[in-house]
Every structure is written in structure tokens, then in C-alpha cells.
């Protein structure tokens, strides 16, 4: 990206029988979104002029037929399609889901040219995704399968007090615990960690892992999954370097201050990491596709269908989402910066392994809950830029007395 330029903010309409463009209209009715951004709109401007009829606010958009055409200061608004499309407002159907798609494929082509920087998705009905003729149950996974590169992405709810990202998501229940495994577990906990360090700019992050069942060590009572896979991959984890703590019990996190202690926590599959983020924070998520080139976020909102063309949608889920997106843009640029050209090395170090064990961190780490750690992510670009700031403060190095090697030589 060149440095005088505002981020470019990929955003595709969603369902066109939905929320999506009143949370894109209602979003970009505040002047200062245009001076943090340039919002590239992937849908249709008859449709848009539809609903905003329909909705009677005041947007204005600009009509664009490529992305190279967007410019600074507007809502450019790139025509996705020529066919028309029956809006039916607050009706689920076939051709607004093939809308969504045409929109979420137009933008996919132009990321691979290099077009915009960042992707937001307005909300689909995806429990109807598949019988309007998509293999894919949600567009996240159509993201992955296009832009993963073989790579399995990781699922991620954040506000401003909680980040949950999911080992697996959408499987049976019957299926789960066969999906638990060391590798599995591995990955998606060093992803967690390594994507709070790179996309959130926390120097040192803390990684709660949840037991797939319910009771946990306090009790006495480990399941097989906790003994053979959870266990051992954490410690393994934790002889590597990473702050990765655990298993705790779903029960036991949530319900109380422990959850205070840690950045990130893994849950094992869907519903034990979503339906305690939607208790304790039912506003304002924010969907975040992790280990992936580009950066993706979406609200986390459906399409609701039943307030759809009445000028009720909240807009703050779909504003943090684009906060998000930009923020983590920008924390991978600093990340990534001085990676590129390291500096060589001037001098050979002598090793000494026998301090090792002096400045170690204990592996079982009993004692770390009692630190309280930053939460989740904070919401705005400003917040997580002063937050980016004070988790990069150098620790102190300890250091070594000398002297006494000294005295001892001349006794």
C-alpha cells in the first residue's frame, strides 16, 4: 500500500434482501469513516437506490465499474453485475443469496490483483446458503477454500472484553472429539497466539485452552481428550515458549475472574465459544478470520430479515468490524517491517546453558492467573493503537552478577 493513501475497504453488500446496505448507509453517514478510509461497495447501485428509497435516508454513493476508479472522500459503490434482481425485503430467497455470491466473487478477483487491502462482508442468510445452489455453509469457509491456499483458517468472535476463536467449527457433536487432536490442537492454539502478536500487536500474549469436557484438574475428573491430547499439547506448547494455559472448563472460565487473566481463549467447538460470547457481550461482536493473506472481518449479525427495510439496524457491529479490519491491516504492516530486513549479525554469541534454568517461566505456570492480562480487543483504531503501544514496551533484561567469579578466582 503506499504510504499516502488511505486502506482501501473491500465491503460486500450481503443478502440484498437484507440489513446490509442500511448498515452500510447508516455507517458512512459520518464523515470522519471517509477520512479513515476509502470504502469500495461490491453490489448493485439499482439495488442500492432500492432500499435506500425504501429505508428514506439520505446516501450518497458513486458509481464505479472497476476498483482502480475508486476515489478518496467517497462511497464508491462497483457495479458487481448487469442482471436484474427482484428485491423482496425481508425475504430469504435464491437470487438474493446468488447476489451476495456475485458480489463476494467479484471482490475475491480483484483481492488476487491487488485492489483493495482489507475485505468486510455484510451479513447472508447462510442457513439457506447450500439449497440456493452454494457448497459452502458460510462465506467464511468460501473465503478460505479461494484465498486459504490449502490453509485452514481460524475462527474468531472479538469485542472489547472477549476474543474466541474456535478449533473446530460447524461439526456434529458426534464428530467432535474425533477431530481433537494433538496436531489440531497444536495449530489452532500457536495460531491464536502467533495472530495476537501479529494482528493485535500484543508483545507477549496469554492463551486460555478449554477442555472438550466438562470438569477439569480442579475436580479430579479429566476426560480421555484432556489426558492424551489437550494435557500434553499445551505443555508442549508451554516448553516452547508460548503463553498457553490450560484446559480449563468452559463453566469455570467464563463464570468467573479467570477469564480476566488471558488475551484469547480457544474452545473446542462451536457453540461451548459462541453461546458464552453472545451471553456475556450479545452486542457488537466482531467476526475475524485468522491465518489467512488477507485481512476479513464481518459484524456479527444475520441478515435480519425481520427489521430489514425499516430503519432499525444497529450499526455498531458493522463499524468495529471496519475498525477491526483496519487496525489489523496496519498492526501486520508493523509487524512485518523490520522482519523483512533483519539486521546482520556482527557477532558470534557464546551460549550458556546454565542460566537457563534461572530465567525459565515454570511450565505448569500455576501462578500467571493471578496477573490480570489485556483483554480482548478494544474496539476503535485509536484504542488499539495505544494498546499496540504499551504491549511493545522492552522488558527488562536480567542481569548477571559477575563479581562473583571474580572474588572467587582471587580467594
Keep these: 500500500m503506499e504510504n499516502n493513501r488511505k486502506i482501501r475497504v473491500a465491503i460486500t453488500h450481503g443478502d440484498t434482501n437484507g440489513i446490509g446496505y442500511e448498515l452500510i448507509f447508516k455507517t458512512f453517514a459520518a464523515p470522519e469513516m471517509l477520512e479513515l478510509c476509502t470504502p469500495i461497495i461490491y453490489g448493485s447501485p439499482k439495488v442500492a437506490t432500492y432500499h435506500r428509497k425504501a429505508l428514506d435516508i439520505q446516501a450518497n454513493f458513486t458509481i464505479i465499474s472497476d476498483a482502480r476508479e475508486a476515489r478518496e472522500g467517497c462511497v464508491n459503490l462497483l457495479t458487481c453485475f448487469d442482471e436484474e434482481i427482484k428485491v423482496e425485503i425481508g425475504v430469504p430467497t435464491p437470487e438474493s443469496n446468488h447476489a451476495a455470491m456475485a458480489a463476494l466473487d467479484r471482490a475475491i478477483s480483484d483481492y488476487r490483483n491487488g485492489l483493495f487491502d482489507v475485505l468486510v462482508t455484510c451479513p447472508v442468510d447462510e442457513s439457506s446458503l447450500e439449497s440456493s445452489g452454494v457448497k459452502f455453509d458460510s462465506q467464511q469457509a468460501y473465503i478460505e477454500s479461494c484465498l486459504g491456499d490449502g490453509c485452514k483458517a481460524l475462527p474468531m468472535l472479538i469485542n472489547d472484553n472477549l476474543c474466541v476463536a474456535l478449533a473446530t467449527n460447524n461439526l456434529a457433536m458426534r464428530d467432535v472429539p474425533a477431530a481433537i487432536t494433538p496436531e489440531l490442537v497444536e495449530n489452532r492454539a500457536s495460531l491464536l497466539y502467533n495472530t495476537l502478536r501479529r494482528d493485535f500487536r500484543m508483545s507477549n500474549p496469554r492463551v486460555a485452552v478449554l477442555s472438550l469436557n466438562p470438569n477439569s484438574a480442579?475436580?479430579?475428573?479429566?476426560?480421555?481428550?484432556?489426558?492424551?491430547?489437550?494435557?500434553?499439547?499445551?505443555?508442549?506448547?508451554?516448553?516452547?515458549?508460548?503463553?498457553?494455559?490450560?484446559p480449563y472448563a468452559a463453566d469455570e472460565l467464563f463464570s468467573g475472574n479467570v477469564m480476566d487473566a488471558f488475551d484469547g481463549v480457544l474452545a473446542m467447538y462451536h457453540d461451548q465459544g459462541i453461546a458464552p460470547f453472545k451471553a456475556l457481550e450479545p452486542s457488537n461482536g466482531v467476526a475475524y478470520l485468522a491465518g489467512l493473506a488477507i485481512v476479513c472481518t464481518a459484524p456479527e449479525d444475520n441478515a435480519a430479515f425481520s427489521i430489514a427495510g425499516r430503519n432499525q439496524a444497529d450499526p455498531t457491529s458493522f463499524r468495529h468490524a471496519i475498525f477491526l479490519a483496519i487496525d489489523a491491516f496496519r498492526h501486520r504492516q508493523e509487524y512485518d517491517e523490520p522482519l523483512e530486513n533483519p539486521l546482520k549479525k556482527l557477532y558470534?554469541?557464546?551460549?550458556?546453558?546454565?542460566?537457563?534454568?534461572?530465567?525459565?517461566?515454570?511450565?505448569?505456570?500455576?501462578?500467571s492467573i493471578i496477573e490480570r492480562a489485556p483483554r480482548g480487543y478494544r474496539g476503535a483504531s485509536a484504542q488499539a493503537g495505544k494498546k499496540a503501544q504499551a504491549d511493545d514496551k522492552p522488558a527488562e533484561t536480567p542481569k548477571v552478577e559477575e563479581a562473583a567469579n571474580d572474588n572467587d578466582s582471587e580467594q
Design 218 to 246: 480442579e475436580y479430579g475428573n479429566f476426560g480421555k481428550e484432556e489426558q492424551e491430547v489437550i494435557t500434553p499439547t499445551v505443555n508442549k506448547l508451554a516448553d516452547a515458549g508460548l503463553n498457553v494455559f490450560g
Design 348 to 367: 558470534h554469541e557464546k551460549k550458556d546453558d546454565s542460566e537457563k534454568v534461572r530465567f525459565s517461566i515454570p511450565k505448569k505456570h500455576e501462578n
